[in-house]
């Protein structure tokens, strides 16, 4: 066994055991009403799952293993020159419950480097869509492709004891997060740079390799995407990706397909795509405008338009968060190291002075404040990577650490096969006129 499964499995033992008794001990006990209006608004605030890797607060925003972002920034190990934390150790306080060494990270990325090799199908499998297929349509496909790798899904087809299922389920993860910058890589080069691929630097992290496959080799991005797949990783259980991962894992389909169904959640405009959208919305009002730097009159304007147009203005609002997304501020604090006076970048704090209050006037958007996609995509413009299209998949692969790291979890705890009740809108009427007893 490998040192940090070894680790892993002592450590999860260990708080498998602990929950076992508090299930026994106070498994009963109540700890929330539902209302009504929750179960037809998208289950707001229903504490309806177990998430150990981070915990969202409304108004302090998402602490890992307790930890904050300004936190990670400063204890996390760094690669050697940088100032970004490596996402391997975020990997490794996520799954471990502790900040790890420098040498557990170096550790981290070597395995990584040498698990990394994607099988020649998953790229004829990329190669068999036409180019124009969305980068998270293709980053799903091939992540279905190489669930023929599944060791759990082999595994279990062999017949094995359910008090092993963790560890295939943590090898897999292992496997997964090695191969995914590869195939990311992979879909960027083939749709935006002619299929000039370039091949992996085992030497490098796995942040800093993944930004050489993709072809950008200098400090600055090498950092930006240390500090990207970083806070990216998770955002407590129930969003859209982390709990797609944790429902379909639940049914014990393997890692590759679970995640894949959390890709597919990351997909949508209101989550993960939205650090596309914020790009295009900024590109279409300059383009309105014949502009590169509108004034906050103009923003303001632009808002408002698309407010009474029914849109969303994407990059603002939050399901939880109640403050401005401590992920936008660390990257406004990169951005003012690296790039303050990059137009779009101006532009994305203009937008953040003159949105809340037009988003708080209209009475109804319960959060103003923007969010992590509202920042990233100028970022990475300014240190060339355009392709806005492109942005949700970096996401992606960032979301996987939180999201298998969750997932080894799942299966150590034996969560069993998830499944809430739910009811017909007749139901509740025959109900609520004392037609019968209870809504079940
Ligand atoms: N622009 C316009 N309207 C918005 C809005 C925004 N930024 N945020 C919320 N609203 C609207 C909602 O659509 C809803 O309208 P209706 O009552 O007409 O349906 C109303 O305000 C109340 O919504 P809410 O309770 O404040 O927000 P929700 O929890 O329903 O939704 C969302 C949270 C993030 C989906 C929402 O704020 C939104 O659509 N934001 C823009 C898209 C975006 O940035 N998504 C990324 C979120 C972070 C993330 O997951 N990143 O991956």
Redesign the pocket.
């Known amino acids: 066994m490998g040192q940090v499964k070894e680790q892993f499995y002592k450590i999860a033992t260990k708080s498998s055991e602990d929950i076992k008794k508090l299930i026994k001990e106070n498994g009963e006990t109540v700890i929330g009403e539902i209302k009504l209006s929750q179960i037809y608004q ?1 289950m ?1 605030g229903i504490i309806g799952l177990v998430t150990e890797t981070s915990l969202l607060d409304a108004n302090e925003g998402i602490r890992f293993r307790g930890f904050s972002i300004p936190e990670l920034i400063e204890k996390l190990p760094k690669a050697e020159g940088g100032s970004q934390p490596l996402p391997e150790g975020l990997f490794h306080l996520m799954l471990l419950g502790e900040i790890p060494s420098q040498d557990d990270v170096d550790h981290l990325s070597a395995v990584l480097a040498r698990r990394s090799h994607v099988p020649n199908y998953v790229f004829d499998a990329i190669e068999s869509l036409p180019l124009h297929t969305h980068p998270m349509t293709q980053f799903s496909i091939a992540i279905m492709a190489l669930q023929t790798e599944s060791l759990f899904a082999k595994a279990y087809n062999e017949g094995i004891n359910k008090k092993d299922y963790w560890s295939y389920i943590y090898e897999d993860t292992m496997n997964l997060l090695a191969r995914l910058p590869r195939i990311a890589a992979y879909i960027f080069r083939r749709k935006y740079r002619n299929g000039d691929h370039i091949q992996p630097n085992g030497m490098l992290d796995w942040a800093a390799n993944f930004a050489h496959m993709l072809g950008f080799d200098n400090e600055g991005f090498r950092e930006l995407m240390r500090l990207y797949l970083t806070i990216h990783a998770d ?1 407590e259980g129930g ?1 859209v990706s982390a709990h797609a991962t944790h429902l379909v894992g639940s049914a014990l389909s393997d890692p590759y397909l679970a995640f894949a169904a959390g890709m597919n959640g ?1 997909a949508g ?4 795509l ?1 650090n596309q ?1 914020v790009i295009r919305w900024i590109e279409d009002m300059n383009k309105e405008l014949n502009t590169n730097r509108p004034t906050k009159e103009q923003i303001k304007e632009f808002i408002i338009k698309t ?1 009474q147009e029914g ?9 939880v968060l109640r403050k401005t997304d401590p992920r936008f501020i660390a990257q406004m604090e990169f951005a003012k190291k690296h790039c303050p006076d990059d137009d779009l970048i101006q532009t994305v704090w203009n937008i953040y002075e003159v949105a809340p209050p037009i ?1 708080s006037a ?1 009475g ?4 103003p404040w923007p ?4 920042h990233s995509g100028s970022l990475l413009k300014h240190f060339g990577l355009i392709e806005e299209d492109f942005y949700t998949v970096l ?1 992606g692969v960032s979301r996987a650490l939180g999201v298998l790291a969750s997932l080894c979890w799942d299966r150590v705890y034996g969560f069993p096969i998830e499944r809430p009740k739910s009811i017909t809108s007749k139901q509740i009427n025959k109900w609520l006129n004392k037609e019968i007893d209870t809504l079940s």
């Open positions: 998208g707001r955002h969003n990351l405009p209101l989550h993960g939205a959208e407010l849109k969303v203005v994407s990059g603002y609002g939050h399901a988003l209209t109804k958007i319960k959060n969010n992590v996609d509202a996401f």
